[in-house]
T-cell receptor, first 113, second 109 residues
C-alpha cells in the first residue's frame, strides 16, 4: 500500500541521547516535511525538503537536523535530546511544494526524560 | 505577525450542522486548507480554497473570504465518526504552511 511510514511509533529517550526518527515514502513525492505537534499548539514545521539533495529550516529547527539523500527517505535527527523535545512528530510529503494535498505519516510519540 | 485562530472546542448533535471558523493574519496568502485529525492519528486532507467562495465536497463545505482573512468549514448531517479535531492551515507566499491549533469537535447522540 502506497504511503508514508514513520519509525518508531513511540520512544522514551534519556536526555542527552542521540535519536533518529525515520520517514519513508513510496509515492515519489518531491517535497517532504517534519512537524512537531504539541497540545494547544498548531503543527510547527521543523525542517523541509523540496527535492532530493536540498533541505531548509522551518519555524523550530534548533536541536534538529535532517538529510535528503534520495527521494524516498527523510530522517530527522536529534543530536542531544532535551525534555522540551517531548512531542508527537509527524512526517509529511507532497508531490511538490505547490501541490494542494500533503500526506502524513502516523506519527512518532517521543518522550525525553 | 503570523496568527491563525480557531475555537478550541465545539459540541454538536448527531444529524445537525456545525460551522467551524478560522481567522488568519499571515505574511502573504497562497491558499487555505482544512484537515481532519482523529485522536492519535495523522491529519488527513479535507479541503482547499485559494479563491473567495464556497467549495462543496459531499457533507463538507469550506468557505473563504480573503479580504476578511476568514474561512469556515461546514459539516452537514453530522455523524459520530465526525468527532475529531479540525485543523485550519494557511499557505504563505513561500509555500510554507502555518497551522492553527485545531478545533476539537465533539458529537453527541
Amino acid at each position: 500500500i502506497a504511503g508514508i511510514t514513520q519509525a518508531p511509533t513511540s520512544q522514551i529517550l534519556a536526555a542527552g541521547r542521540r535519536m533518529t526518527l525515520r520517514c519513508t515514502q513510496d509515492m515519489r513525492h518531491n517535497a517532504m516535511y517534519w512537524y512537531r505537534q504539541d497540545l494547544g499548539l498548531g503543527l510547527r514545521l521543523i525542517h523541509y525538503s523540496n527535492t532530493a539533495g536540498t533541505t531548509g529550516k522551518g519555524e523550530v529547527p534548533d536541536g534538529y537536523s535532517v538529510s535528503r539523500a534520495n527521494t524516498d527517505d527523510f530522517p530527522l535527527t536529534l543530536a542531544s535530546a532535551v525534555p522540551s523535545q517531548t512531542s508527537v512528530y509527524f512526517c509529511a510529503s507532497s508531490a511538490d511544494g505547490e501541490v494542494t494535498e500533503a500526506f502524513f505519516g502516523q506519527g512518532t510519540r517521543l518522550t525525553v526524560v | 505577525g503570523q496568527n491563525i485562530d480557531q475555537p478550541t472546542e465545539m459540541t454538536a448533535t448527531e444529524g445537525a450542522i456545525v460551522q467551524i471558523n478560522c481567522t488568519y493574519q499571515t505574511s502573504g496568502f497562497n491558499g487555505l486548507f482544512w484537515y481532519q485529525q482523529h485522536a492519535g492519528e495523522a491529519p488527513t486532507f479535507l479541503s482547499y480554497n485559494v479563491l473567495d467562495g464556497l467549495e462543496e465536497k459531499g457533507r463538507f463545505s469550506s468557505f473563504l473570504s480573503r479580504s476578511k482573512g476568514y474561512s469556515y468549514l461546514l459539516l452537514k448531517e453530522l455523524q459520530m465518526k465526525d468527532s475529531a479535531s479540525y485543523l485550519c492551515a494557511v499557505r504563505e507566499s513561500n509555500y510554507q504552511l502555518i497551522w492553527g491549533a485545531g478545533t476539537k469537535l465533539i458529537i453527541k447522540p
